[in-house]
């Protein structure tokens, strides 16, 4: 994955490289001949003033002057006409061109050598101009020179100006784009696909806007969820209170003797409503942070379970089938919870004569756990909507608050599980879990 501390790091040196490459190309456009016999103040208009002074007074009056401008400028000049021969003695040292023979191979030679060529206007003749720089003198002219410092670092602060708003762009309008979207989130305006093209980035930024996708769309679905749960609780709290109330007026009204009789009545619908109240409690703290994973022996959990239905219903019979020691990660209380309702479910709708058939075993890295009941089953139109909140297929009516399978099912999400339920093939309803062995909280 690409990273972003990688794109600032490579940017930051790229930008380094291409202005040092940048600062040698400059360097080496002003070391050019041309660009120093056109820009070095002893060597500007030299040629032209040299052969007009040589055409106009003579040979030796320039001599004179060319030895003036050595001692002034230090600049060693040669003037050869168009046959190669010299039209004045110079101010070349003796030697000289043996020593460049000498050294013609190496570097070491301790002046530049520059020639120029110059026709006169007025004679039509030739020249030949030949200058002998000390490296010394020409460093220090490049070192006095204000072009030098001013184009480096004009390239500089261009490049890296460039390069610094193109990655200062590159972080602040994704996070620009994550600003708005955690706005349109506080708002609840969040459109779940208004960071897809940000989450396709393969960096950090991306990485976190994909996160981000997740919580948003996790955080609507909870609303979603929530303001639901709120509307169906209000729903069927009213039932209980609405028969309360009248239970309690007609007790008001009722003689003593009739009054007696009514308070059975009232104790029953306190206990359906406390009893709805807990549902509903229990199903609100499956999306609370449930700790920290143990581990769960599932042959003795099944074992409890099965006790605890014997004594719910001792008419009825369970069949377990769990062979081996079957064990997984989770939280005991929401599996049990879970398995205790989809359990009782299957109690409740199984007819006597026929057991219900609980099995367990491993398939791969998940166990699947099925509870089988013999009784009607659901009518396939219904089949997606069971374990909604308050869902009651029409032949559960009175069966219960409607909880139960919408526990069951989100308990089996939290273990990163899934919750299957159908008909069975042969007749009856069936419940499939399949469960891993070790979920993420």
Not at 115 to 133: F, H, K, N, Q, V
Not at 164 to 181: K, M
Not at 394 to 400: E, R, S, V
Request: net charge neutral; aromatic share 6%.
């Amino acid at each position: 994955m690409r990273s972003l501390f990688w794109r600032i790091l490579a940017t930051l040196w790229l930008a380094l490289a291409l202005v040092a490459g940048l600062a040698i190309l400059l360097g080496r456009a002003l070391n050019q001949d041309a660009w120093i016999l056109s820009h070095h103040p002893s060597l500007q208009g030299l040629a032209e003033r040299l052969v007009q002074r040589y055409e106009d007074q003579g040979p030796d009056d320039t001599q004179r002057y060319l030895e003036h401008f050595r001692h002034r400028a230090r600049i060693d000049v040669q003037i050869l006409n168009d046959t190669g021969q010299a039209v004045v003695k110079g101010t070349f040292p003796r030697r000289a061109a043996a020593f460049e023979a000498r050294q013609s191979n190496s570097r070491r030679l301790p002046w530049r050598r520059l020639t120029e060529e110059y026709t006169s206007p007025a004679s039509g003749d030739s020249y030949l101009l030949i200058y002998r720089i000390p490296y010394p003198e020409l460093e220090a002219w490049h070192r006095g020179s204000l072009l030098w410092p001013f184009s480096a670092l004009g390239i500089a602060l261009v490049v890296l100006t460039l390069f610094s708003l193109a990655l200062t762009f590159s972080i602040t309008r994704p996070l620009d784009r994550l600003r708005r979207a955690v706005h349109d989130l506080g708002q609840t305006a969040y459109q779940q696909d208004s960071l897809a093209r940000l989450a396709r980035r393969r960096d950090e930024l991306g990485v976190l806007a994909g996160d981000f996708n997740r919580m948003g769309q996790r955080l609507q679905g909870l609303i979603g969820s929530q303001r639901q749960l709120l509307r169906d609780v209000s729903h069927e709290l009213r039932s209980p209170l609405a028969r309360l109330r009248i239970a309690l007026a007609l007790a008001e009204r009722a003689e003593p003797g009739q009054r007696e009789a009514l308070w059975p009545r009232l104790g029953q619908e306190c206990d359906r409503l406390e009893a709805l109240i807990s549902e509903i409690l229990a199903l609100a703290r499956l999306d609370a942070e449930p700790g920290a994973l143990h581990p769960i022996a599932l042959r003795p959990l099944l074992d409890k379970l099965r006790e605890d239905a014997r004594l719910l219903a001792p008419e009825q019979e369970v069949h377990l089938d769990c062979t081996g020691d079957l064990q997984l990660e989770g939280w005991p209380d929401m599996l049990e919870r879970a398995l205790d309702n989809l359990l009782r479910n299957a109690l409740r709708f199984n007819p006597q004569g026929q057991p219900v058939e609980v099995s367990a075993r491993e398939e791969e890295d998940r166990l699947l756990i099925r509870v089988r009941d013999h009784g009607p089953g659901v009518a396939p139109e219904y089949l997606a909507q069971l374990g909604e909140p308050f869902f009651r297929a029409p032949n559960q009516a009175g069966a219960g608050h409607g909880l139960g399978l919408a526990i069951a099912r989100r308990a089996i999400e939290r273990h990163g599980g899934g919750l299957r339920l159908g008909n069975h093939p042969e007749g009856g309803f069936i419940a499939t879990l399949e469960l891993p062995l070790a979920p993420t909280a």
